[in-house]
């Protein structure tokens, strides 16, 4: 056993012993579900006999529905542009502060964008998601924090607990899953002074936990329910592998149809990329939601992410798309015009397919 290993097999047994519950292939009757086996068929009482059930075919065709489908984002360099604040721009993490250098027009208009495309992609995801969760390994209130000082017009759609993402610190549930927590600093974006294998074990297990109790409270509004459409954003191989980690450790009905779709996206971007990655993500995210399939993207090393996308998306029609082939790729910043005729071309290809 690696050491990630450990970590999930403990986390695993402790949640079985405070659920207190067996896990098997026998659900309770639903709206979900169709029943396999009727002890009145048999003649005979059989009382003790619960009944199999699957989740029937009409609940299969509804995969892409909000209420069945499950969408986690990272926040660090996914939606908030961590790198660029704080890394190029030399902003305090820690609060605004005096010293903080003053920031000129081109970075305010730059701020002022990322606003826009950030605001416009959540709201899209939460309206094919009626779980959009944010799930970060940052200290809490860290997400919060970010909102009030930089995009405080985004805090009213935070506050929307019905139609808004929701904020899950993965640390939270990371602690309440191991009594042993010496050694470990949380911080916003790393866990300190550790080896750096056991600091992205520790960083995966996290959120695994976390995105495990997401999944398995969302797909319980009705007996029977099944998993059946979860998509994942972030910036790090441990977004990716922490919900497959959850769908392969699924015990589930052996007709489940599950659907696991991740993209893992640059790390460190500019703010530039990171809006475009928003934008492109925004349109693109209804063809993800109605894939069918697994979907599972890598555009850390892609310089080409629209080729990436028609290929995962089965959308050959993307790759004719004149779209800025830099970025990501530290190159120069995209031209306002080029990428807004790129999206328009984007959008108008994906509402015609």
Not at 218 to 225: L, R
Not at 233 to 248: H, I, K, N, P, S
Not at 256 to 265: F, G, H, I, N, Q
Not at 324 to 344: Q, Y
Request: aromatic share 8%.
């Amino acid at each position: 056993f690696s050491r990630s290993d450990t970590y999930l097999l403990v986390a695993a047994m402790m949640d079985c012993c405070v659920s207190g519950q067996k896990r098997d292939h026998w659900l309770p009757f639903g709206a979900d579900t169709v029943t396999l086996l009727d002890p009145s068929v048999l003649h005979v009482p059989t009382p003790e006999l619960t009944p199999r059930v699957i989740p029937s075919k009409s609940s299969w065709l509804r995969f892409a529905e909000p209420a069945q489908t499950l969408i986690f984002l990272d926040w660090d360099d996914t939606l908030f542009p961590s790198s660029e604040l704080f890394d190029r721009w030399g902003l305090s993490s820690k609060g605004a502060r005096a010293e903080d250098p003053a920031l000129s027009d081109e970075r305010l208009r730059s701020l002022v964008v990322w606003r826009t495309s950030i605001r416009q992609f959540l709201e899209e995801a939460c309206s094919l998601s009626d779980r959009c969760v944010i799930v970060t390994n940052a200290a809490r209130p860290w997400v919060h924090n970010a909102i009030d000082r930089f995009a405080p017009e985004l805090r009213e759609l935070f506050d929307d607990a019905e139609h808004g993402p929701s904020v899950v610190y993965a640390r939270d549930v990371f602690e309440k899953h191991r009594s042993r927590t010496q050694g470990m600093d949380f911080r916003p974006c790393s866990f300190s002074q550790q080896h750096e294998m056991e600091q992205n074990d520790e960083m995966m297990t996290a959120k695994y936990l976390a995105m495990k109790r997401e999944c398995t409270k969302f797909y319980s509004h009705y007996p029977g329910q099944s998993w059946k459409n979860i998509l994942s954003f972030g910036d790090t191989q441990c977004d990716r592998d922490a919900v497959q980690e959850v769908a392969f450790r699924r015990s589930a009905p052996e007709v489940e149809r599950l659907r696991t779709k991740t993209v893992v996206l640059p790390t460190d971007p500019r703010i530039s990329d990171l809006c475009l990655n928003l934008d492109l993500l925004r349109l693109s995210l209804p063809a993800r939601v109605a894939l069918d399939d697994d979907l599972d993207i890598n555009l850390r090393d892609c310089r080409d992410p629209l080729e990436m996308f028609s290929r995962g998306l089965n959308v050959p029609c993307l790759r004719h798309v004149d779209f800025p082939r830099h970025v990501g790729g530290g190159g120069l910043k995209p031209d306002e015009g080029e990428v807004a005729r790129a999206l328009d071309q984007i959008l108008e290809l994906l509402s015609e397919w």
